[in-house]
């Protein structure tokens, strides 16, 4: 089993910038795929960021295109911590933010590639 758990949200003005982390436990790996997904109400879990990595290979990161150029997603194997570093907020970035983990093949950018997730981080951005 692997625990995840975020934190960094809040309440940020557009234009501002924010850095969630997502704290792994459990189950060590050699190789997976992170990621954070979104989810604003109303709408279906999306796809943020991916960061996969496999012992002895460098991080392949990728991202949505909405997010492209502000979001930076990293990591720290030491820690077994992730982070999405956020800048140039906007309004329409409003939403729950979850990370998760899953293998390292897989569609990175599909919910089912994701084995483990955690409870979620509020990011609310005021116009």
């Known amino acids: 089993q692997v625990q995840l758990v975020e934190s960094g949200g809040g309440l940020v003005q557009a234009g501002g910038s924010l850095r969630l982390s997502c704290a792994a436990s459990g189950r060590a790996f050699r190789s997976n795929t992170m990621g954070w997904f979104r989810q604003a109400p109303g709408n279906e879990r999306e796809f943020v960021a991916a960061i996969r990595w496999s012992v002895g290979t460098p991080f392949y990161a990728y991202y949505a295109d909405s997010v492209k150029g502000r979001f930076t997603i990293s990591r720290d194997n030491v820690k077994n911590t992730v982070y999405l570093q956020m800048n140039s907020l906007k309004p329409e970035d409003t939403a729950v933010y979850y990370c998760?983990?899953?293998?390292?093949?897989?569609?990175?950018?599909?919910?089912?590639?994701?084995?483990?997730w955690g409870q979620g981080t509020q990011v609310t951005v005021s116009s």
């Open positions: 998760a983990v899953g293998a390292f093949g897989g569609d990175y950018s599909a919910v089912r590639t994701y084995d483990y």
